[in-house]
């Protein structure tokens, strides 16, 4: 069997004795293992140190093996409260531990296998294919569903709608600061209207003013979310000891972010302003 790489959790082998390095030399016909950062900074352990790996606490088949290095586990959003107590082996090594010496088929058996397909889309018919020659075989996709049972997927739906919310009652609040403001500028509207200037032109005026105001506060948005996420994904990660970004500012998040409150901004400077423009010209200046 050739050196093919295979991830055993430490949950499954328990660490009975780690030696550093300074104490007990290690021999060089050690078998190498790699361990995950957690592993290490809990147990103190470096490259070149010696441990011993045992299917139980009373050390059941025990081996010792050279720490080779350290590696950052795959981030999991399943899973990004559990600790990473993890270690990987070369498989022969993790079978002389793992296998029942009282079954003579258990070095040669596995529980589950990982395919990778040259042509994805063809999953479903290679997965029909298999199970129909070997019955009782299950077949999972890895990638995620797009049906309702994918978790992140109704997520995402519960983001949308809260988003939804958001904006709505954010809108409502714009609307009624851009109807006070424009009550503001009644007289100067009105003196406007004496002089000859049309309500169009001051349409025009008030909608060039609420396209910048938006597009500034857009961009005023984006840049406080491109300037927090990185303290936001720094507490995260050191709160739960992971590599998983939380929070990701995106080009298209952004676009969608200016397509949605561009124009709701500018609709609300037109509906304050338009219910002022229809008022008498004596009305606005007060006579």
């Known amino acids: 069997m050739n050196r093919a790489r ?80 993890e270690a990987r082996m070369h498989l022969p090594d993790l079978m002389a531990i793992a296998a029942d010496p009282a079954d003579p088929a258990a070095s040669e058996s596995l529980s589950a296998i990982n395919l990778r397909l040259k042509h994805p889309e063809d999953a479903v018919r290679f997965g029909s294919a298999l199970n129909a020659r070997a019955p009782g075989l299950v077949v999972r996709p890895t990638v995620r569903a797009r049906d309702g049972s994918d978790p992140f997927a109704v997520l995402e739906r519960f983001h949308v ?47 060039v003013e609420g396209m910048l105001i938006a597009v500034a506060g857009a961009l005023f948005g984006i840049v406080l979310a491109v300037a927090t996420q990185g303290l936001v994904n720094h507490f995260f990660q050191w709160r739960y000891d992971t590599a998983l970004v939380f929070v990701r500012v995106t080009r298209v998040i952004a676009l969608q972010s200016i397509a949605v409150s561009v124009p709701l901004g500018i609709l609300a400077g037109l509906a304050g302003s338009w219910a002022l423009l229809r008022r008498d010209i004596l009305a606005l200046v007060g006579r």
């Open 6 to 85: 295979a991830s055993a959790f430490a949950a499954a082998f328990v660490i009975a004795l780690a030696v550093p390095a300074a104490m007990a030399p290690t021999a060089p016909d050690l078998p190498p293992m790699l361990i995950s950062r957690q592993l290490a900074e809990q147990e103190h352990l470096h490259a070149g140190d010696t441990v011993t790996l045992a299917q139980d606490p009373r050390g059941t088949r025990a081996r010792q093996f050279r720490v080779a290095g350290t590696y950052e586990p795959t981030p999991d959003p399943m899973r990004f409260t559990a600790r990473r107590i």
């Open 161 to 207: 709608a809260v988003a939804t919310v958001t904006v709505l009652g954010s809108t409502a609040f714009l609307l009624a600061l851009m109807v006070m403001r424009a009550e503001e500028r009644r007289e100067t509207i009105g003196i406007i209207r004496l002089i000859g200037i049309s309500q169009r032109s001051i349409l025009l005026e008030v909608l």
